[in-house]
């Protein structure tokens, strides 16, 4: 932990990634951490994702460490006592203890995702996950852990003038940014001057960039001469006092077939090529990124510059993600 924890956010509420689908076969049971705890995810053999607190309610035990599924149900290793997906336990060796729930957790999964929601003090889900996530699936992943705040990651998309210090690159707003509850969408033109080949493609392009809460930041960069769309994915997670596990993904989707002839099949070596490729561009850019975070302190009260006025838009609007407004 750095000496950013100090100043430190607390978890915002949210959708967190906690694994993306091809992770949790049918059967599965695995544990992943979120806001400082374990969250123990599994599928039933029909298929359907379930996330869960950890300990049985019986003796304690980590249902995550040991843990099996039965068809619909969850079997605590200990004593095999079994969990309905609504947290019931439906069976147990001899009677069944009174009131013996698992304490669920809200999950969904879209787009070969699962999301799972924090919510302060066990509150409830209070939105849901944009239409946007229903596009193509990601087909390329990255996972690192770093020593920062998922609000840090976000706001890095909005901190244009690091663009040109760090990455070489700008961004330019093309529309006003739109604000809809816990939606942030930007449209921007984004220039590159001193990448490889590969940026340059985009150099130019138009993006829409969408933040959902603080752990999902979604860029489509269509690549319109070529008749491409891509679909880049930011998912941080909070999983301790300033520490998230970042995802990275992408997808790549033929949006016109004439520059693409042929059978379906054969266009999906491509494309799955082709994000693989977005993918590691946006994973070098990221590995720039991580250093500062990991070694930052965090200003509640920055002294921003003429050029900064986006930063103090995206602190306001991340006010309502945490109990006390703090952002």
Known sequence: MNSAADTALPYPSGWFCLAPSH????GAVLT???AGEDVVLYRTRPGAAHAVRPYCPHLGAHVGVGGTVEGENLLCPFHRFAFAPDGTCVSAPGSLPPRARLGHLPVR???GMLFVWYGHGGAAPGWE???ELGTAAPTSWWTRDVATHPQEVIENI???RHLAALHGASAQEVAPPEIQGPFLRLHLRFGVERHRRAERLFDGTQQEVLMGGLGILLTRLPLPRFGLLFHLWSLPTPIGPWE???RCAASCTVTDRRRFPGPGLLRSPLTGIAAHAMRRAAVELLEQDIPIWNHKRYEPHPRLARGDEMI???????RQFYPDGLS
Do not use: I, T
Not at 313 to 318: I, K, L, N, S, T
């Open 158 to 160: 909005v901190d244009y």
């Open 32 to 34: 992943r951490r979120l």
């Open 109 to 111: 999964e879209r787009n």
């Open 244 to 246: 998230s596990r970042l």
């Open 129 to 131: 996950l944009p239409d």
């Open 312 to 318: 103090s838009r995206f602190r306001r609007w991340a």
């Open 23 to 26: 992770e949790l076969a049918a």
